[in-house]
């Protein structure tokens, strides 16, 4: 267990790297430290020290570190197996599938003799794929192996389905709510907002992070209880608000979100007014949105099955329902349905922008209700937004002299309006019925069912 922590703590998480919404596992902190990475061999070694094993298998290209450092203690040899047309000699060679193509991947013909005893080690077990072909490889070449090793498992990726009957050993797991059944019911109810909201849950709510296939969300996961119902809170712009509009992982926020259960998320978010009668400090219940971004990757229905949501009514009516009762209740200034505009951001929007999207007569302007409303669709979860206006936008401005955005100015009225939205939040939340035992009157669900997934 403490060599578990250690390597662990040093292990650096590299987010968005080698492409956006993959959360990279660096191992080399581990490798350039001169204690740990001998103690990362011996625990490596030690089951099979005095098992006589002849040669220890590295993959390609980090398997190669662990490998030859492995063979060494061990005093046996060391085969390697690497990627299509890097082998100088005669080599045998195995195709295996990522997810949207496949690889090969190759052996030299003697490098193992027959009845060998085999140990093959890799960095990762992910999905499984590589090293499914080494063993095939290794088994072509008639070795006998003993056991496979990895250093770090991802285990929500399922490796270990593909790669059954063998005895496979991980130093490090990480885990995702997909595995773990418990993980499954934690929350029902999501709130995605502001870094406000940590204070809703008082000091019995517990954190946890939750990584998933399309990487790591926002930020952990803050989990508690309102009016007996499970509540899960998640910073959009990460703990410490460091995440600009355009760079949330919004597919990593919804999936770890139903990862965990949740069916309903509400959806707080600051809005500038595109119209003189919605004031700053009014809420707005938006029933419809135009997307004006352009970077964001904003779909689960990525193929290979082709699906399309219906998206005609993005917003649950009956959480809109809901949420506008409670305000009137409160005697709150809101209005009961709006078309949010959604722009790319970080930017404000020109003049010209802004007067246009007056003139189509769009309500409010934000940078982050899409594609949050869109992914929380396709995944059959109910999604409310509640629009806090803090500012005017510009083209306003130009029509009626109502002084334009400023960015102190959005702060200033959102953090004043702050305990407002907690306490409609909280009102919402009462009211909303128990999800698992009633059933529901929206249709959240069945159009993600519908689409075809
Ligand atoms: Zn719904």
Known sequence: ?????????????????????????????????????????????????????????????????????????????????????????????????????????????????????????????????????????????????????????????????????????????????????????????GIIGGSGFYEFFGKRAKEIEVETKFGKPSGKITIGSLFSKKVAFLPRHGRNHQIPPHRIPYRANIAALKEIGVKVIIAPTAVGSLRANIKPGDFVICDQFVDRTKLREDTFFDGPKVAHIEATYPYCKELRKIAVAQAKKLKFPIHSRGTVVVVEGPKFSTLAESSWFSKMGWDVVNMTQYPEVILALELGICYLN?????????????????????????????????DKLKNLIEEIIKNIPKTQRVPRKCDCQKKSERAGI
């Open 1 to 189: 267990m403490e060599i578990e922590k250690l390597i662990k703590s040093n292990i650096r998480e590299i987010p968005d790297w080698p492409e956006r919404g993959v959360s990279f596992k660096d191992i080399t902190p581990l490798l350039q430290n001169k204690d740990i990475f001998g103690k990362l061999i011996d625990e490596l070694a030690k089951p099979y020290i005095g098992k006589k094993i002849d040669k220890v298998v590295g993959i390609d290209a980090r398997g190669f570190t662990l490998a030859s450092a492995l063979a060494y203690k061990l005093k046996t040899g060391l085969a390697i197996v690497r990627k299509k047309g890097k082998l100088p000699f005669k080599t045998i060679s195995k195709k295996y599938s990522l997810e949207y193509a496949s690889n090969i991947l190759e052996m030299h013909k003697d490098s193992i003799l027959p009845g060998e005893k085999i140990v093959i080690i890799d960095d990762v077990l992910a999905t499984g794929g590589t090293m499914k072909a080494t063993i095939d490889l290794v088994k072509e070449l008639k070795g006998k192996i003993v056991g496979i090793d990895f250093l770090i498992e991802l285990n929500y990726l399922n490796g270990r389905k593909k790669l059954k009957g063998y005895k496979i050993r991980s130093l490090v797991k990480y885990i995702s709510g997909s595995k773990i059944k418990k993980v499954k019911k934690l929350a029902e109810i």
């Open 386 to 418: 509640i629009s806090l206006v803090t500012d005017y936008d510009s083209g306003i401005y130009a029509k009626s002299k109502i002084e334009p955005v400023s960015i102190e100015q959005v702060l200033q009225n959102f953090s004043k309006n702050t």
